[in-house]
């Protein structure tokens, strides 16, 4: 069986519009379209095949001219569509899917020596001999915002090169020039060299146009340059800062090549954006050009384990490629950890051992702890940066210190609070500086990390709870402040940063632990773009852009150690070896408080461990796909499920085990392999999650080298809080030195069923089976079913220029609002595809006083948000593509509000039921007396006597070949929806 390309129809959210610029014609939008058939990967004997079957695709659909193509990661093109040839390509045979273009932006001075690589005894030392020697003869690809060409930190390598052969082998088959110098004057175009060995950039989708970007892989920004600098920079190379000597830098493979794949640009508001279509792109480049690790510090999918990038992610790992991916930067909110497939390898960030401590002094006395640079500054006046600014400045640009924002009148001599978030932190020290100031206390509005940055006058970083204390000082009388100096005492490490994205994902609902690992991603100095950095060529930055490149370039020193090894192998290698303990021998910490594997995955990379684990688990495609077949994604579009199977998403062949939903006693499987040179017997060891019993199947192994063994784990509850995590541990250990490490989560629950079953029609049934994790009996409870109530408006087109940050009514879009109030159960709004024409998009964002709270975009006219709160939102309905002629047809959003009682319209027998662990209990939901052409939403709560343990709802759609019911539309002088609260409260 060849490899198994996989295809879902969701896609991920993004809160960006893609530029106008993006598109050829004004009635046009960028797609990506996915074509059958596996990607080529690295054989160029499928290529033919491909091609051929893309050209036919493309003459059957009319479309003449091609943004870009794919081959080697992911089979299909990108193009401006009209919504007709969108229609009209998504009905030929042979293409798979169509998804919309979609924007994606960006998410070491002692990290050497805190991660065990530096010195005599260190990882360079022992495996390669020397730092010069570490991670030759392999290829980190770095897909982000270009390279500075002149840092330092990427300058030629000495010559001869000893791995030459290997490179050449890799890199130059093919003949294709890799290196495009790009346009503009000598100053902005690049050239390569022995280190930086190949650079493109990508703009299909039309975000390179900010004036200043370089037409080139030149970058601007400063990203890219950190990130490919952090895991493959030269060794030993003096950093300065401001004019200031910081240190030496080093990457992690010092000897390891370089290749860049700009696909981000620096846009006018200072963010690093890019399009699907070119994100994919480089990917999809980089495979074929013989990459052996990718790193990707890119934001992406929360929800999904599929979508093109991760399909692309698919078919590089299947072709050999270690990817590395950042966690995201949306913490400490829980999961909101991004890139949560199994064949990536997702990094969550934390401190290390640089400490910069500094405080501020206020007039009254009292001083709080912060973190900074720069020398102490005696008492002087404190403002804030609320009240000192320019009257023609915007207000919030005032409070963020943007620069030109600041009265010098106000802040000359003074000392500046200002407000973290939007500009950067660098920014407003340098605005400050410009009016005038003599000091800035920055203060983060929400829990947050600390950060040391490198400011062009002292600074000091202080918390929350600090902030708002010398805020509300600063509006007593003459207030004043003075500044520390730093105090370089070495902190407890590693701690998490406050903003790396934890779990447990929502792709898989938590059945796979991600993040995978913790890496250092804090205040991480490594080269800059002097364009972006006040003419650095070093800086410090933090971020899980930060981490994931440590782990690249780690997992790249030992692919050179072990070029054999598979990418899982490398994966698993990495999370077994990888230490739960920070510097104090405590447990690694988050906010002051125990962190969990949500936080930190396996744990703190190792690098020494990870080149002899003795035992790896690994999984390859095949696994992959039964695992997205176990979660329910590749077979709402594919039918390959019956093909491979599915499986249980816990029984992943993964280094960590996790179980979302533990109804009494559930058995997972995995199967280990003997990477060492001999054979050694291995002895488990379990912590037990609190609450569970762990039970290891056979409990010892015997292992001959390159054999496997497999073995179960029975988890069973005993006391745990139901619907609340629970984590312990696995270890395998031999007399050979080898300690393999797996992370166990488990989340018991009182009884495990469906989240929803679906009907049609006036009156049927529809089976719920629930799995019992308790002795006792099961009572329902009915709520609904509710009608929708429809909201439709006439719109005129379609566009893809609406904005989530700026959001606005136009000829394509309606807003209306909706009140959910106590007592409500369930609250939803929907589009259904069965309302619209053939070829429709619509998508849907809610917001609540003024905040984007949720939003649905997938390519369809299907989309679903769930309202989890009360009170008032406004919904903007955007129409992102139509077929021709459809204006006279309205657009129709659906609101559903299920209250506390039953309707009368739905039962459900029994009505109570025995249950006992791991019996299996069917129950019948059956409706009648419904308007065949309405929808309806209700449901089933089944409790054990005192409380409710689990709800699954129940959905109607209208009976088939029905005209959709008349609606009362909400005219645009009425725009709220209010629905008087149910008679009885909820629970």
């Known amino acids: 069986m060849g490899r198994i390309l996989l295809v879902v129809t969701l896609v991920a959210s993004s809160l960006f519009a893609v530029p106008v610029a993006a598109r050829a014609r ?12 596996d990607p080529a990967g690295r054989q160029e004997s499928a290529r033919g095949r491909i091609r051929a079957d893309r050209t036919a695709v493309l003459r059957r659909a009319g479309i003449g001219r091609t943004v870009t193509v794919y081959e080697s990661a992911f089979n299909g093109f990108a193009a401006a569509l009209t919504p007709a ?60 915002t270009g390279f500075w060409p002149e840092s330092p930190s990427l300058a030629p390598l000495p010559e001869p090169r000893p791995d030459q052969a290997v490179i050449d082998r890799k890199w130059y088959a093919g003949g294709v020039d890799k290196c495009d110098e790009g346009t503009g004057t000598a100053q902005q175009r690049i050239t390569c060299n022995n280190k930086v060995i190949g650079a493109r950039y990508y703009d299909g989708s039309g975000f390179g146009g900010w004036e200043s970007e370089f037409r080139s892989p030149r970058d601007y920004d400063g990203h890219g340059t950190h990130t490919a600098t952090t895991a493959a920079g030269l060794h030993d190379i003096p950093a300065t800062i401001n004019g200031d000597p910081v240190g030496r830098v080093s990457g992690m493979a010092p000897a390891a090549r370089i290749a860049v794949y700009k696909a981000l640009w620096r846009q006018s508001d200072g963010e690093g954006s890019g399009g699907t279509v070119d994100l994919l792109d480089a990917v999809d480049d980089a495979v074929s050009d013989g990459v052996d690790v990718l ?4 934001s992406g999918s929360s929800a999904l384990v599929v979508d093109p990038i991760e399909l692309a992610f698919y078919n590089a790992a299947a072709a050999g490629v270690f990817i590395a991916t950042s966690a995201g930067n949306s913490g400490p909110d829980a999961s909101t950890v991004a890139h949560n497939a199994p064949w990536v390898t997702t990094v969550a960030a934390s401190t290390h051992n640089r400490g910069a401590d500094k405080s501020v002094t206020l007039g009254n006395g009292k001083t709080y702890a ?42 000359t001599g003074k000392i500046v609070l200002c407000k973290r978030g939007v500009n950067p932190r660098t920014d407003k020290s340098i605005a400050v500086r410009d009016a005038g100031g003599v000091g800035m206390v920055l203060y983060n509005p929400d829990e947050n990390s600390l950060n040391t940055d490198y400011h062009v006058i002292p600074t000091v970083h202080v918390d929350h709870h600090a902030g708002a204390a010398i805020k509300a000082y600063v509006r007593t009388a003459a207030p004043t402040a003075a500044l520390s100096a730093v105090s370089k005492t070495v902190p407890r490490a590693p701690a998490m940063a406050a903003f790396s994205s934890p779990g447990p994902a929502v792709a898989g609902g938590g059945d796979l632990i991600k993040p995978d690992i913790t890496a250092p991603g804090v205040d991480i100095v490594a080269g800059v773009s002097p364009a972006g950095h006040h003419g650095n060529l070093y800086d410090g930055e933090s971020g899980t852009s930060m981490s994931s490149p440590h782990v690249a370039g780690i997992a790249t020193l030992v692919r050179a150690a072990h070029p054999t090894w598979t990418p899982s192998a490398v994966q698993s290698a990495l999370m077994t070896t990888a230490s739960v303990f920070d510097s104090d021998d405590g447990m690694i910490q988050r906010a002051g408080e125990l962190a969990s594997p949500f936080d930190y995955g396996a744990g703190h990379v190792t690098p020494a461990r990870a080149f002899d684990p003795g035992l790896v688990y690994e999984s390859g495609p095949q696994d992959w796909a039964r695992y ?5 994604q590749l077979q709402l ?4 499920c019956p093909t491979v199977g599915a499986i249980d998403p816990s029984d992943l062949n993964y280094p960590s085990i996790a179980v979302a939903a533990l109804p009494g006693r559930q058995t997972v499987t995995r199967t280990v392999t003997n990477v060492s040179a001999l054979p050694s017997v291995y002895v488990a060891t379990v912590t037990a999650p609190p609450g569970v019993t762990v039970t290891v199947t056979p409990s010892t192994l015997t292992v001959g080298a390159g054999q496997s063994a497999t073995f179960q784990i029975t988890i069973t509850r005993t006391d745990a809080a139901y619907r609340t995590w629970t984590f312990g541990s696995l270890t395998w250990t031999d007399l050979r030195g080898h300690t393999v490490r797996s992370p166990i989560g488990a989340r018991p629950v009182a009884l495990a069923g469906p989240g929803e079953v679906t009907g049609t029609g006036a009156a049927g049934t529809a089976t719920i089976e629930l799995t019992g994790g308790y002795t006792g009996s099961i009572a329902t409870k009915v709520h609904g ?31 209306f609002g909706v009140t959910v109030p106590p007592g409500t159960e369930v609250a939803r709004l929907a589009t259904f595809a069965a309302d619209h024409a053939p070829g429709t998009d619509l998508d849907l964002y809610v917001y609540q006083d003024g905040e984007l709270v949720d939003r649905s975009e997938g390519t369809t006219a299907e989309e679903e948000v769930a309202l989890t709160s009360t009170g008032t939102f406004e919904v903007y309905v955007v129409r992102f593509a139509a077929p021709p002629d459809v204006d006279a047809r309205p657009v129709r959003a659906h609101t559903f509000l299920v209250g506390g009682t039953a309707a009368g319209n739905l039962t459900v027998t029994p009505q109570v039921s025995p249950v006992r662990p791991q019996q299996v209990v069917t129950f019948e939901a059956a409706w009648k007396g419904l308007d065949p052409a309405k929808r309806y939403l209700g449901m089933v709560e089944f409790g054990d006597g005192s409380q409710a343990r689990a709800w699954t709802t129940v959905a109607i759609g209208p009976a088939a070949g029905l005209p959709p019911a008349a609606v009362s539309s909400v005219s645009p002088s009425a725009p709220v929806l209010s629905v008087s609260p149910p008679v009885v409260s909820g629970r």
């Open 85 to 144: 040839q969108k229609a009209r390509v998504e009905r030929i045979p042979g293409v798979r899917r169509v998804w919309k273009n979609e924007r994606r932006t960006v998410d070491t001075i002692s990290t050497p020596d805190f991660l065990g690589l530096a010195g005599d005894t260190g990882v360079w030392s022992k495996q390669f001999g020397d730092p010069s020697r570490a991670g030759e003869g392999m290829i980190i690809g770095v897909v982000d």
């Open 637 to 640: 579009v594919s039918d390959w």
């Open 370 to 411: 912060g973190a900074g640079q720069g020398p102490a500054v005696p008492s002087a006046p404190l403002v804030d940066a609320v009240t000192a600014g320019l009257k023609t400045a915007e207000p919030g640009k005032v409070e963020l210190c943007y620069p030109g924002a600041l009265d010098p009148a106000a802040v």
């Open 26 to 37: 004004a009635d046009t939008a960028l797609y990506i379209v996915q074509l059958a058939g």
């Open 785 to 815: 079913l509710a009608a929708s109530t429809v909201t439709e408006r006439r719109l005129a087109g379609s566009t893809a220029a609406f904005v989530p940050t700026a959001p606005a009514t136009g000829p394509a879009v309606f807003k």
């Open 628 to 632: 997205a077949c176990g979660l329910g």
């Open 295 to 298: 790193n990707y510090s890119v």
